[in-house]
């Protein structure tokens, strides 16, 4: 029996006015005797779909290893305030931003449990934060770049993650210059330390490579990021791009205090483990809970509104910072 793949080829070409793209078919051959107005049908929705095409780009970045808890929570703010911008602006729109691991802060000195690589999920509600701007954990960043590289008809799976752009950013050395702070950045000479030195998350996967370092003085906000990502970036966004920003901590807020960045640090709540462990220790302890004290506090922190007649605990938190400042005071 002669195949009738040739057919039905045909009728689908009558079916329909507009030119067809073979490639864009969504069916096996045999699913056209089944259903071929579908099959036709869905060769329509794929150029459609294909013309409305958004890349993916990945934005990681680190921050310097001496750096704390605080400060690095404090430079997420800078990056996702950034983040919920880039996403706005065409071609950026289905950007991700990658969240490096906490792994064996200086200030941490408990020796009995591990310390290595934690997810950010081990301290805040991810889905809290991804009502501000779009995240995701360092581990599934791994596992999207591993089904993107094997997938689409790819034979051969990509033995490792690659990236792009990776740009390690310092201070200028005069940064009043004439005595006025001015927003800039400029490509300096990589030293040979600096171009072998990997970024430290990345160690997580067994093999990664760069295509592009840059060395770059920077001074000025986060948006700047914007501007030296298309200078340095390619001309037409690829289908994946990812970008990593060393030493993120260089980069300044936006706007200190204004709506995004409370917006931001209010989406930052701790995760539901950690609320519930310190709930029983206030209550254990204080014999203090959100009900005793007034404390109101929706579900979600978009549902937050101004409220004074909270009362709170007795008893007082107080913030003692690191070791060496008390034994420097």
């Not at 869905?42 to 150029?47: F, Q, R």
């Not at 310097?64 to 950026?92: C, H, K, Q």
């Not at 997938?151 to 690659?162: D, I, P, Q, T, Y």
Request: aromatic residues 16%.
């Amino acid at each position: 029996m002669k195949s009738k793949w040739p057919l039905v080829a045909l009728v689908c070409l009558f079916l329909r006015t507009e030119a067809i793209d073979y490639r864009s078919w969504r069916c096996e051959p045999y699913e056209f005797f089944l259903d071929f107005y579908r099959c036709c049908s869905e060769s329509k929705l794929s150029e459609r779909s294909e013309s409305s095409w958004t890349p993916t780009t990945y934005v990681l970045y680190e921050v310097n290893p001496s750096e704390g808890f605080n400060l690095r929570r404090d430079v997420y703010i800078r990056m996702a305030v950034f983040m919920r911008g880039l996403r706005r602006m065409p071609g950026w729109e289905n950007t991700k931003l990658v969240l490096p691991p906490w792994s064996e802060l200086h200030h941490w000195r408990s020796n009995t449990i591990n310390q290595r690589n934690l997810t950010w999920g081990h301290f805040f509600d991810l889905e809290s934060m991804r009502k501000f701007t779009e995240v995701i954990e360092a581990e599934q960043f791994f596992r999207e770049f591993e089904r993107w590289s094997t997938g689409n008809g790819r034979h051969e799976a990509r033995k490792a993650v690659s990236i792009n752009e990776y740009y390690r950013l310092t201070h200028f050395d005069d940064m009043f210059e004439n005595g006025v702070f001015v927003d800039k950045f400029e490509q300096t000479p990589c030293t040979k330390a600096l171009t072998k030195d990997a970024p430290g998350f990345m160690r997580l996967h067994a093999t990664f490579e760069i295509d592009e370092f840059y060395c770059v003085r920077f001074q000025g906000a986060a948006t700047l990021l914007y501007s030296m990502f298309k200078k340095f970036g390619p001309e037409k966004q690829p289908e994946i791009r990812t970008i990593f920003v060393g030493n993120a901590e260089v980069v300044l807020h936006d706007h200190w205090g204004n709506v995004d960045y409370w917006e931001a640090r209010r989406s930052m709540r701790f995760s539901k483990t950690l609320v519930s462990i310190a709930d029983e220790f206030r209550l254990h302890n204080f014999n203090s809970s959100n009900e005793r004290d007034r404390v109101q506090r929706p579900a979600s922190w978009t549902d937050e509104k101004p409220y004074r007649k909270a009362k709170g605990g007795d008893f007082l938190c107080a913030h003692l910072r690191r070791a060496d400042f008390l034994y420097g005071r």
